[in-house]
């Protein structure tokens, strides 16, 4: 379990640095953009917290600049990694707690299944097609993110 979700975690990095590199070509990415992109960052840092049984430091949808988004994203890396590296088998077994936006039904969801959801709809390739999409036409060639595309760079 510990090599497939370094993995998905890998990718995430790979996608995000890529999005982030197009957006700091643009001369202007865009508000809308600028705030996904925060959105796609943040629940990084959210779903740590939770793993940890932490409260978090972050909001959902934060107000964050391009330099805020790199340090966020540098920052989030560093931490997941170093979960990853030191967590025991019983570690990823575990059930995280949280609670849906709008809801104080608290609901407990299997470690893997972050990792899932912060990769594919929810926070990650979802939100990143909706960047690339503003990103059309400010940058040329339009990012390549897709998980084929990570694998592929991997040789």
């Known amino acids: ?15 995000n640095a890529i999005i982030l590199r197009s957006m700091q ?5 865009g508000e809308r ?12 840092s959210i779903w ?10 972050i909001s959902l949808w934060p107000d ?12 989030s890396r560093k931490q997941w990694r170093e979960f990853i590296d030191t967590a025991s088998e019983e570690d990823f077994n575990q059930l995280v707690a949280f ?15 972050v990792v899932a959801h912060l ?3 929810g926070h990650g390739t979802y939100h990143r097609g909706q ?13 390549l993110t897709t998980y084929i595309a990570f694998l592929a760079s991997r040789g």
């Open 1 to 15: 379990m510990k090599e497939n979700l370094l993995k998905s975690i890998q990718y995430e990095e790979w996608a």
């Open 119 to 121: 990769v594919n709809h």
């Open 131 to 143: 960047i690339i999409l503003g990103l059309k036409g400010k940058i040329e060639p339009l990012p």
């Open 64 to 75: 964050l600049t391009l330099e805020e988004c790199t340090e966020l994203m540098e920052k």
């Open 99 to 113: 609670k849906l936006p709008n809801s104080d039904t608290e609901r407990k969801i299997a470690l893997y299944d």
């Open 25 to 29: 070509q643009c001369e202007e990415p």
């Open 48 to 57: 740590l917290s939770r793993i940890r049984k932490e409260v978090p430091i």
């Open 33 to 44: 953009t600028l705030q996904l992109f925060s959105h796609v960052l943040a629940p990084q």
